[in-house]
């Protein structure tokens, strides 16, 4: 791959430094094709620039061969993520020597080419899929809606992070349609179930962890799951299909009402990059078994912010700082009956919710479970997701020195019902 530098694709070596979002603190990785080539190259993300790595290890020597096999001429994250922690490593150290090494500029500049002329392909093959259920304060806003006249936390929910297993094969790169999914729902008391469109189409407000290493026994520990597995981070949308839930939830949880789609930015930020966003996650109120018990382990909560647009009007920022279980503690939970993770596995944080009103990332909350619709810019009314609506995610966390992480935006389009 080699960069067009015309006028409107020209950058210089200040650029090599990055913009904001996108600088040598983040360097996240992304799967693109580019002109008419029908198979996709692995790069990282420098300021507006992809740069080919494999086509930059072969310019630029320092890594070790295990390293370069990784990603010479690999069309994804796949190789990358079974290399394991030593390899994520040693590559990211030298991306950031060699990007900030003067003498490198000209090759850098040879093998790298506008973003906004790539299409971004899925950046990795994803093997398994759990979606979590990590916030506190979506999962007591749900409660208070679905039932009302209970506790809004079902008893085992402080004792250990609740999960489905979802499909993986529906996970989909950013940008990709989303088709509003059929199933059985719900009618009126007293009358039998209708097969159909949804009527009440939601999102859900996520972040989303990619897996690399392997652990064929499982039984991975906090310390293992932060030091050798959790590779990268994007956003993430669960889509819901609330009707269909409701109706196939008892007595074994989401299925349809979840597996039709679900969509992840198309840039993977390093775990290594979110160090500066690490805090401490909210205080337990209940005593954690020991394998969850994270009370002397490394504050693994993270600062990340989150914005979520309807078509371009913003409905709600989420922080994920507000999130009571971590990624280790979720990873840890995911092997702790011996069940193996592989490279590519891939578990989402579930929805994002503050303590604010403002700040919930699902339709069914914003809108008290359909009671007091949003208004659109055109004034129309909606309580969920119309045909035509387009959903979008943005994302940040602090970096080192006043650096900020960009997570770039997650997008898809609902589509009529085939």
Known sequence: MKGDYSMTNKFTAADLLGKPGYGV??????????????????????????INLGSLTSTIGGLSSKAKDAVMDQPNLD???????????ELRNWLKRTFTNPIHTEAVMDVAINVNDVYMAMPFTVGDYVDFYASENHASNLGRILRPNEEPLKPNWKHMPVSYHGRASTVFISGTSVYRPKGIRPEAKDTNPSFGPSRRLDIEAEIGFLVGGS???GEVSLAQAAENHLFGVVLFNDWSARDIQAFEFAPLGPNLSKSFASTISAWVVPWDALDAARITPPSRDKALVSYLDDSNADPYGLDISVEVYIDDQHISTVPYSTMYWTAPQMLAHMTANGAAIRPGDFFGSGTISGPEPSQCGSLIELTLGGEEPLI???????????????VTLRGIAPG????????GKCVGTIYPAT
């Open 215 to 217: 652990a064929p026994q």
């Open 25 to 50: 603190e983040n360097l996240p990785y992304g799967s693109v094709y580019v002109g008419e080539t029908t198979i996709p190259r692995l790069v990282v993300r420098l300021g507006d620039h992809a």
């Open 376 to 390: 659109a810019r055109n004034g129309e009314k909606y309580s969920f997701l119309q045909d035509g609506q387009q």
């Open 400 to 407: 080192p020195g006043g650096s900020t992480i960009s997570f």
């Open 79 to 89: 190789a990358l993520l079974a290399a394991g922690r030593p390899v994520w490593s």
